[in-house]
């Protein structure tokens, strides 16, 4: 294979990166909450009821911020019946999902184990079968300090100081045809419009995200981008994105290569919202929050399923291509940097998540979860614009791709390079010249990849993939010289 090479030059910065970049989320789905984060019987449960040994794998994976209740859940939700005593909370019907849901876990209980990870809350309000007056009751219970009627029912629930929520979706999807509510981009615009503007006038300090389209193949999109933010530029801060991708009839070339079309899609998005901008003389910019990412097999809700309690859902298995995928679409956020500022990997826990769990049994690392976890670690400081040289090839979904994507980053301690190789049977030969960087000496080569693309972690064997260490790293002169393995995310820390 013919080298590829990677030019750092720190003149040149793309931004800096927005710790919530490596955000998640947490849905009432499957297993997510019940059994997931939450299970007052695991022998590991604290006080409140949530597994620790969960607790501590959320602690290493590095979220700072966690996107709740929904998806399409939150489409359906009244968030009240999730306050107050456990015994008073109605049982319902979750249509979103077919699930029976107890309310045993709401708000309260969300946003303070929230913050005993380490991380924040991102709440979305219902938008699909409600409206402005319960998202700002629901804003007034979360963030207002007392002396109101829904900030001191918080207080009587036991909560005295606000949750200080900061960002708040307005609604899931509404553009989809499954969603409980889905409107027209008109009809969602002006809803999001008034909704925004409620909830602000209880707490100006708030940040908002307006529905984008679910997704780059929808019909819908882009227009339904445009025409929301015509309603509510003025109003929000951020518009979303989401994606999923997935292996298709063995197409595995093409798979590899899908960060490329999460590129398109946010370049998409970002010239939409300039569009909007320049359009309506708005001075201001819209961000991006890619709130729902990730790599998504298995089937949603079917009609024929009986009512359950936190049914098996999307309990997606994945693999050491999946790790590369996943590896590669952090690579594209983060090339992204400049724009998106908040992003989710969907999900956090067993429903489509980095962690597994069984009930009453262990938790463990999904191999999503280990390029995640590094990249959260290490992918601080500001993104640097860099020239790429690669080999490449050709697929049936994106047409000619390279095989080696890459970003590069600096902090204080040094230069880290995130790569990808996409070639599936061979190594790619790669030289990063960091001449323009003096005196970085030392450098460390960690990789996801290996001889059994299929292999995963299990409960019963939860080591199976983890990051190696590569050899044969060499720095001379201000280049680096390192061979990446085939079908692999790699990691190069050069301090
Ligand atoms: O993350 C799973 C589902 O995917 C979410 O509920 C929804 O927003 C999206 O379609």
């Known amino acids: 294979m013919s080298p590829a090479r990677i030019t750092v030059d720190p003149t040149f910065v ?6 919530r970049l490596y955000g998640s989320f947490v849905e009432h789905l499957g297993r997510c909450v019940y059994t997931g984060i939450y299970e007052p019987e695991h022998p590991t449960a604290d006080e409140h009821g949530f597994r620790a040994d969960v607790a501590e794998l959320v602690t290493e994976l590095g979220v700072p911020i966690l996107r709740y209740p929904g998806g399409n859940f939150v489409s359906g939700y009244r968030w009240e019946d999730g ?12 249509l979103a999902w077919r699930s029976i849901e107890t309310n045993a876990v709401g708000t309260d209980e969300f946003c303070t184990w929230t913050r005993r990870v380490g991380s924040e809350p991102m709440l979305a309000v219902n938008l699909g079968t409600r409206g402005a007056d319960a998202a700002a009751g629901l804003v007034e219970y979360c963030n207002h300090p007392g002396g109101t009627y829904w900030s001191d029912l918080r207080r009587k629930n036991g909560v005295s100081d606000p949750h200080a929520v900061k960002v708040w979706c307005l609604g899931n999807e509404m553009d989809g045809r499954w969603q409980v509510g889905h409107k027209s981009a008109d009809e969602y615009g002006r809803l999001a419009s008034q909704t925004a503007q409620a909830m602000r006038l209880v707490d100006p300090g708030i940040e908002l995200v307006a529905c984008g389209s679910s997704g780059p193949r929808m019909p819908t999109f882009p227009e339904w981008d445009a025409t929301v933010l015509e309603h509510c530029y003025e109003h929000v801060d951020y518009i979303s994105l989401h994606s999923y991708y997935q292996e298709r009839k063995g197409d595995r070339a093409s798979f590899l290569a899908c960060a ?15 569009y909007v901008r320049a359009k309506g003389r708005h001075t201001k910019r819209i961000n991006l929050s890619f709130d729902e990412w990730n790599v998504w097999y298995s089937q949603g809700t079917t009609v024929e399923r009986a009512w359950e309690q936190a049914p098996r859902l999307l309990e997606d298995q994945y693999n050491v291509v999946d790790a590369v995928v996943v590896g590669n679409m952090l690579i594209s956020l983060l090339r992204h940097a400049d724009r998106v500022r ?10 489509i998540g980095a962690v597994r769990t069984e009930p009453g049994g262990p938790a463990w690392r999904q191999t999503i979860f280990h390029p995640f976890a590094l990249t959260s670690r290490y992918g601080r400081g500001v993104v640097l614009q860099t020239t790429i040289m690669s080999p490449h090839y050709e697929t049936d979904w994106f047409g ?23 070639h599936q049977h061979e190594s790619l030969p790669l030289t990063v010249d960091l001449r323009a960087v003096p005196g970085l000496r030392r450098a460390s080569h960690t990789y996801i990849g290996g001889e059994d693309p299929a ?41």
């Open 14 to 19: 793309v931004g800096e990166v927005d710790p």
């Open 83 to 94: 306050v107050g005593l456990r015994e008073s909370r109605p049982t319902r019907l979750d």
């Open 260 to 274: 490329v079309d999460m590129d398109r899609h946010i370049e998409a998005v970002v010239a939409t919202a300039d």
């Open 342 to 351: 908040i992003a989710c990997l969907a999900q956090l826990v067993n429903a």
């Open 400 to 422: 000619e791709v390279p095989v080696l994507d890459a970003v590069v980053l600096r902090a204080d301690d040094g230069v880290t390079v995130f790569a990808v190789n996409r």
């Open 455 to 495: 292999a995963a972690n299990t409960g019963a064997e939860p080591g199976r993939v983890v990051p190696l260490t590569g050899e044969g790293l060499a720095v001379d002169a201000g280049e680096l010289a390192v061979a990446l393995p085939p079908m692999s995310w790699n990691m190069i820390r050069i301090s």
